[in-house]
């Protein structure tokens, strides 16, 4: 019998990934002999209904799947059967690792064929050396995610409970964002218990002996600064130096270096991108995982091209193959007095997780203005930042000129100041500078170069300016300002910090007033109940612990279990003390009258507030169930509220919030005289798939709610149906939930992915609701609005 000589078709190597952009860029890089796919995130996660964890059983978490991945999963199943290898590539982090062990269990993975395998950068070398160096799972990551999974758990299905009761029925609690939202509700008490001081300062206009102008500023005597808190105080120095001319009576002349800043990890990107290009950080994140997914550069640069490193970072550790790139760019386009002695190294706070390398590009061959085409504007402003910020960092310090000069007037023991510098070289300044937070008005100001004066100069005096000012109350936080708290004091990691701002804002804690971040009463009432009750759960130090705690199971020097077992103790005695001492009807919050009168019981109707907005309802409720529209025919009480920080745009009165027919709207407050208006829009916590703006409810001509992008006309994104904050499990793309129906549907048609929600639910009771109130008709409302 004739000897074979077919051979047997090789099956094709299976690597699964959580991105399907990813996937697609990673397919790319690869041969004929792997094929490429994507779980889109978590394939499993505990139930919703139930708690899910076995607290009495060691915390044995009960893991299901998530519904609606039916499909993918038993795709997946197939797939590997058929694999010579399987490769889970999910993200680099304690997130992905999760996943990659989740696939392994809900595949039924052969643990002979599997292999782990991670990489910083999406590019075609550091995947290719990622698959001849894989590992396997580590459980110390896992170990730590599960931990962070359960105890979030735990704090939010013990806690939401006692809200119901004691706050307001629907409402979810969670461990980091309610020490978040105390951070934001303690900054606003601080604002509203600052008492503003006076204070003076006095400017000179003096001209030197050739004729030049310059400014000087009371800075204090030969011992040292002094603040002129007083009016007498200052008075005192005006009438010592009124009518005369000054002296120069020093001169320091000093060369400074300015040494540039480290590279971007999670939470200075997120700082600078939102200082420097207005992005908010939900926004930027997202932006940076485009980047960092790949981006089609065209066939002469490759093709589909990741363009920066992994964006969840809090490590400064740059590879010695970025360090040698970068020298060569800088000898190559600006010489070499603008590279160090030493190639630049910084250091990595001792807290740090250090798993992967901070936030730079992946290849420097491709410049921001060179692949500028292929980039959407957003796209193109981050990677432009990435770009330089990293650049700069491996460059020359800068070196700066520094003048100060003291003036005095004859017979006055006071000395003014006046003080400049001028670039000399500038190093990395060349390519970038970083943003300032509060410019210190005693600091040198970078100027032209200042007149060259020589000690015993007299210089005229021009003008002597007193003013007197008051300080000011702390800044609210901005996005960008609590994400440096948060890095600062520890209490969240760079994967979680976008999550937290994302979610408080979301549940009604806090709202966005401008850029800054504002309570809501809501928020303020449960951070109220939280210190008094839970005072762990919303300290910033134990929350920092807890972090620290998590830490140290991923080094593995210690156990999930030590950890959850320590933090139940505490725990469980303040839920205890909890049920037995808080009470147990809600608490008493500010109650809203209006003038409209109960039909069903004659009660005097109040304020509540719904999905849509405000609206009336009986204070009698459970008993009695009666709402209406807050702005019924009958009188209400119209109540104007003033808007912090915002201007009519026709005349720059001040705007007021006013009471409408359709609920509440901007509006000048020199109304008759002046009718310009706006709407309240109310953002939804979901980012525009367009452009990365903030997505805003509004209503059409006919009243009827609809979704909009805040960039319109920019940007032309809209829904008659609510854009939710997940994407399809199939094909990625954005999910929508129908209007008035009881299912979830993909964006995008040809994908034809649908889910069914469950009828009835507290959200589905609470849109009639507000549809009925809309519609200018009654509603009975579920206690998820009542309470």
């Not at 959580?18 to 490429?36: D, M, Q």
């Not at 900054?187 to 600052?194: D, H, M, Q, V, Y």
């Not at 808190?229 to 020093?250: A, H, I, P, Y």
């Not at 009336?616 to 702005?631: R, S």
Request: glycine share 6%.
């Amino acid at each position: 019998m004739a000897k074979s000589t077919a051979k047997k078709k090789a099956t094709a190597n299976l690597v699964i990934m959580e991105s399907p952009s990813k996937a697609n860029t990673v397919k790319g890089y690869l041969g004929s002999g792997y094929r490429v796919v994507a779980s889109n995130g978590h394939i499993r996660d505990l139930p919703k209904s139930t708690l899910g964890v076995d607290i009495e059983n060691h915390f044995q978490a009960r893991y299901i799947n998530i519904r609606g991945k039916g499909p993918l999963i038993r795709e997946l199943k197939k797939e590997a059967k058929a694999a010579d290898r399987v490769y889970l590539a999910t993200d680099p982090d304690r997130e992905g690792e999760a996943i990659a062990w989740h696939l392994s269990a809900a595949l039924d993975l052969d643990e002979n064929k599997t292999r782990r395998i991670t990489f910083n950068e999406v590019t075609k070398h550091v995947v290719r050396d990622a698959i001849k160096h894989p590992r396997a799972i580590d459980m110390n990551l896992v170990n730590s995610q599960q931990a962070r999974r359960i105890l979030d758990r735990i704090v939010g299905y013990k806690l939401s409970p006692f809200l119901w009761k004691t706050v307001k029925s629907g409402l979810s609690a969670g461990r980091v964002q309610s020490a978040a939202t105390r951070v934001i509700v303690d900054r606003e008490n601080e604002i509203r218990a600052f008492v503003p001081e006076e204070y003076f300062t006095i400017e000179l206009t003096l001209e030197d002996p050739h004729g030049k102008v310059l400014h000087a500023r009371f800075w204090g005597d030969q011992n040292g600064k002094i603040a002129l808190k007083e009016k007498t105080q200052t008075d005192q120095v005006l009438q010592s130096v009124t009518g005369k001319d000054f002296t120069v009576s020093s001169m320091k002349k000093t060369v400074k270096q300015k040494h540039p800043t480290p590279p971007f990890i999670t939470s200075t990107l997120q700082q600078e991108a939102s200082k420097k290009l207005g992005f908010q950080s939900q926004r930027i994140m997202k932006i940076a995982q485009e980047l960092y997914e790949g981006i089609n550069l065209g066939e002469e640069n490759g093709g589909v091209q990741g363009l920066i490193t992994y964006m969840r970072t809090d490590s400064l550790r740059i590879s010695e193959e970025a360090q040698t790139a970068a020298k060569a760019l800088i000898l190559s386009q600006y010489g070499e007095q603008y590279y160090p002695a030493q190639p630049r190294v910084y250091k990595t706070k001792s807290n740090a997780q250090d798993a992967h390398e901070a936030i730079r590009p992946a290849n420097l061959k491709f410049s921001p203005e060179q692949i500028k085409k292929y980039l959407s504007s957003e796209q193109y402003k981050l990677y432009r930042l990435i770009w330089n910020r990293f650049v700069a960092s491996q460059m020359a310090s800068a070196q700066l000129n520094t003048v100060t000069v003291d003036f005095q007037a004859p017979n006055s023991p006071y000395l003014f100041r006046s003080s400049g510098y001028v670039v000399a070289f500038k190093g990395y300044m060349a390519v970038y500078e970083e943003s300032e937070d509060e410019p210190d008005e005693d600091a040198p100001q970078k100027s032209t170069k200042l007149p060259d004066l020589k000690e015993g100069e007299v210089c005229r005096t021009v003008t002597v300016d007193p003013q007197s000012h008051f300080t000011e109350p702390p800044a609210r936080y901005t996005e960008a300002s609590l994400i440096k708290f948060f890095e600062e004091k520890g209490i969240a990691r760079p994967s979680t910090y976008t999550p937290i701002i994302t979610t408080i804002i979301a549940r009604g804690y806090v709202v966005r007033d401008g850029k800054s971040l504002r309570p809501t009463e809501l928020g303020e009432v449960t951070n109220k109940l939280m210190l008094e009750y839970f005072p762990d759960i919303v300290d910033e130090t134990f929350t920092a612990h807890m972090e620290d705690q998590l830490d140290d199971i991923e080094k593995g020097q210690t156990t999930p279990e030590q950890v959850l077992t320590d933090f139940y103790k505490g725990f469980e005695t303040d839920l205890e003390n909890a049920e037995k001492h808080a009470p147990h009807e809600t608490v008493e919050t500010p109650v809203e009258q209006t003038d409209l009168i109960c039909e069903k019981c004659g009660s005097r109707m109040v304020v509540k507030n719904g999905r849509y907005g405000k609206f009336a309802a009986c204070p009698n409720y459970p008993t009695c169930k009666n709402t209406k529209p807050l702005n019924a025919p009958e009188n209400t009480v119209q109540t104007i509220t003033p808007v912090e920080g915002m201007k009519c745009e026709l005349c720059g009165g001040n705007m007021v919030l006013r009471p409408g027919k359709y609920g509440n709207f901007y509006a000048c407050e020199h109304y008759p005289q002046c009718r310009y208006t706006r709407q309240v829009y109310k953002e939804i916590g979901v980012t525009c798939p367009k452009c990365g703006g903030q997505l805003i409810q509004k209503r059409g001509r006919n009243r009827m709610v609809f979704y909009s992008c805040e960039n319109y006309p920019k940007c032309d994104f809209s829904s008659w149906d609510l854009p939710l904050n997940e994407t399809c499990p199939n094909c990625g793309k954005m999910l929508f939930r129908k209007k008035g129906k009881n299912y979830i549907y993909c964006a995008d048609k040809a994908c034809g992915y649908k889910r069914e929600i469950a009828p009835n639910t507290d959200e589905d009771l609470i849109d009639t609701a507000n549809e009925k109130i809309e519609n200018g008709k009654k509603a009975d409302i579920d206690i998820a609005t009542q309470a």
